[in-house]
């Protein structure tokens, strides 16, 4: 099963709002609403962001929002933070019964 | 409060078997409907999902992995297990283990997470 495909890097600067897309196939974020996101600091296990495309598990600050268009999952993060800066993943559930990760982005708070 | 915590050995040779056992606490992993998972990370790479068990029967795993890979829970011991058979470099990795939320009548992404267990495999 293929990657889906994310940036390898965006930025921005405190205060401002930045989207993270990941691209599936019509086999995983196109045929399902199963689709999760991920933050990841450096040595540590990820932390849930989103699940179901756009919900937020309890604790997870409205900064960060889910959406999907065909084929293409997006993460909003607003009011950029200086902890923000984490690499973020996005996954989703294949018609496969498997499970597919996004290659991950790296986001760095100028 | 929920937590897990991987164990097993640091260093495996080329062509053995890994073996990993992840210990749940604070509550028990055959209550409820839960699926439970592994998903490692390579040095310096990204996620990848190793596999997942429902803890009513059912196991999924990483096509690229299947073939070698054995995933079972231990309700004795409260434990999930993780077997790799004919392990090369490239299964050199940090395994998580995790247990996915559940909403409605689907699981999602794993919103409980074990510190992870790095494993080298090096002769």
């Known amino acids: 099963q293929s990657v889906m495909t994310q940036p390898a890097s965006v930025s921005g600067s405190p205060g401002q709002a930045i989207t993270i897309p990941c691209t599936g196939t019509?086999?995983?974020?196109?045929?399902?609403?199963?689709v999760s996101w991920y933050q990841q600091h450096p040595g540590k296990a990820p932390k849930l962001l989103i699940f179901?495309?756009?919900r937020r598990p309890s604790g997870v600050s409205h900064r960060f929002t889910g959406s999907k268009s065909g084929n293409t999952a997006s993460l909003t993060i607003s009011g950029l933070q200086p902890e923000d800066e984490a690499d973020y993943y996005c996954?989703?559930?294949?018609?496969?019964?498997?499970?597919?990760f996004g290659g991950g982005t790296t986001l760095t708070v100028l | 409060q929920l937590q897990l915590q991987e164990s097993g050995p640091g260093l495996v040779k080329p062509s053995e078997t890994l073996s990993l056992t992840c210990t749940v606490s604070g509550g028990s992993i055959i209550s409820g409907s839960y699926y439970w998972g592994w998903i490692r990370q390579a040095p310096g790479k990204g996620l990848e999902w190793v596999g997942t068990?429902?803890?009513?029967?059912?196991?999924y795993y990483n096509p690229a992995l299947r073939s070698r890979l054995t995933i079972s829970l231990d309700l004795s011991e409260n434990q999930l297990s993780l077997q790799l058979a004919s392990v090369t470099a490239a299964d050199t990795a940090i395994y998580y283990c995790?247990?996915?939320?559940?909403?409605?009548?689907?699981?999602?992404?794993?919103?409980?997470w074990g510190q992870g267990t790095t494993v080298i495999v090096s002769s």
């Open positions: 068990i429902y803890n009513r029967g059912s196991t």
């Open positions: 019509s086999n995983d974020i196109g045929s399902y609403n199963y």
């Open positions: 179901d495309v756009s």
């Open positions: 996954t989703a559930y294949t018609t496969y019964s498997t499970w597919v």
């Open positions: 995790g247990r996915h939320l559940t909403y409605g009548d689907h699981y999602y992404g794993m919103d409980v």
